[in-house]
């Protein structure tokens, strides 16, 4: 975590400011300034609330997994991107590594367990007009158990294996990013 002085007299946010997350996070840091006691007490304010309440960049993950030379790309039903194809994957919570990401991100989404996976690339998309910006390590996955299938049909509506020289379009931009890092 990182968190940094303030003043007393700057913005502080409430205990209650996040508290879907409380629960990732018990002791309750992420969704406070620590109220100081008496006139020119220094308390401390947690950078990454603020980054996040302003814009700052978040993290996401995803995963490029092959059989027999074709790559796994699911259809999403929302926005951003709703209609375009992409690549499992989503956010990252608090206190998880990117590797455990990806295998909670994958599994919930796609109902199999990856085996090994290698850093493929690091996509950073930044779309000026939302106001977001997202940086996503993907990972190479070219072995899993199961057989996959949706598992949130209410944020996806299709499921397909596609040879790098014939993918579907529209294509996500973290895909696209991906796909560049694949034909390297």
Known sequence: MCIYPCRAGARRFSRNFGRGARGKNPAGLADYVREGEGAGHRGWLNLSIMEHTQGG??????????????????????????????????????GETVAAAIAREVEEELDIRLGATTLLCVVDQIDAEAGEHWIAPVHLAESFAGEPRLVEPQKHSDLGWFALDR?????TEATIQAVAALRA
């Not at 993950?61 to 991107?81: D, N, S």
């Open 167 to 171: 993918l579907p379009a529209p294509l």
């Open 57 to 94: 960049p978040r993290a996401g993950c995803g995963a490029a997994i092959f059989r027999e030379g074709a790559l796994l790309l699911i259809r999403r039903r929302r926005a951003p991107e709703a209609g375009a194809w992409g690549l499992p994957g989503g956010k990252i919570d608090f």
